[in-house]
Each structure stands twice: as C-alpha cells, then as structure tokens.
C-alpha cells in the first residue's frame, strides 16, 4: 500500500446505482408535490376567497352607511352601525371612530349633532382609506345630498305628528269611542 488515499471506481454498477438514487429520490420529490401541491392551492384559493369576501362585506356595509349618512333614523343605517364592529374588526381607526360616534349616541342625553357629524366623517374617512378610496377624506366628499323638498317634506311630516299627538293626548275621549267603533266594526266583520 503505497498511499492511504482510497480510490473509487467508477465502474458499470457504481454509475447504474447512482442513476437508480437520483432517479428515486427525485420520483420522491416529485410524489410529494404532486400529493402537497393541490393542498397548497386549495388552502391559497380559500384565503383568497376570505380575503375578497370580508372586503366585500366592508364595502357592501361602508356603501349602505355613506349612501343613507343623512337619515341617521333609517332602519337600514342603525343596522349597519350596529355590524361595524363585526365587519371592520381589523380596522382599528374605523373601530375607534365608531366607539366616539357609539358613545355620543348612546351615552348622552342631550345630542351634540355637530359632535355626531364630525364623528360621522372620521368614521367614514377611516374606512374609505381602509378600503383604499383615499381621496374620501374632505368634508366636502362627506356631506349628504339631500334635496330640499325632501327636508321641507319630513318637516311637515314631523310637525303632522306632533300637532296630531297633541290632538289626541287632549281628545282622550274620542280617542276612546274610536277605538270602541273600530273594535265594533271589527266584530260585525267576524260575524
């Protein structure tokens, strides 16, 4: 033994084996993506279905609030306030101006509705820049149109209610005998 060096000889079988383990090893490589792959896409594809429908719910909730902003009293708005919480619970700016908007509805006696308006359009500024609609930040983009037969309207209706709430109040009486007539006419009607 003249060197302690060993020598590898690359004969027929030694090149074979290792065509047989590379070619194993990437037939494994290859099983293994094949088998994780659609898991992968499928796990991707419902992130990104998450993702496109919980942007959609705050631009769905965002466009039902901004479009009925001057009729704080409608059914539809109330409702949407009260999904803010759920729906932007990833927005902490749309979360926190909507708590200041929440706290000077419900914790005040007597409203300050310039307070409100101004709460109001931190809360839509915050989440029209959630949404990306950056250029929604001005008061000007922010107050409602609301024609002015439509003011002069809900006016006469509020002053129709009140006057008739009066009229009723002190007419308790024929108060009385109408309900009396509509409960008779209603029985002759069963009969």
Request: glycine letters at 4%; zero cysteines; a negative charge.
């Amino acid at each position: 033994m003249e060197n302690d060096i060993i020598s590898v000889t690359l004969t027929r079988d030694n090149i074979e084996l290792i065509y047989w383990v590379v070619t194993l090893m990437l037939l494994g490589i290859t099983a293994f993506y094949v088998f994780y792959a659609p898991i992968k896409a499928v796990k991707i594809g419902r992130e990104l279905s998450n993702e496109q429908n919980k942007y959609n719910s705050q631009l769905n909730l965002f466009l039902q609030l901004y479009s009925l902003r001057g009729k704080e009293l409608n059914y539809n708005y109330v409702n949407g306030l009260n999904k803010v919480q759920i729906v932007y619970q990833d927005a902490s700016k749309v979360i926190t101006s909507w708590m200041k908007l929440m706290d000077e509805f419900l914790e005040k006696k007597d409203l300050d509705y310039q307070l409100i308006d101004n709460y109001k359009m931190e809360m839509f500024s915050a989440m029209a820049e959630h949404l990306g609609y950056s250029h929604l930040q001005n008061d000007q983009t922010l107050r409602p149109y609301y024609p002015k037969g439509h003011g002069a309207d809900e006016q006469m209706n509020r002053e129709l209610r009140v006057e008739l709430l009066k009229f009723l109040k002190q007419n308790q009486v024929l108060t009385q005998k109408l309900i009396l007539n509509f409960e008779a006419q209603e029985k002759s009607k069963e009969s």
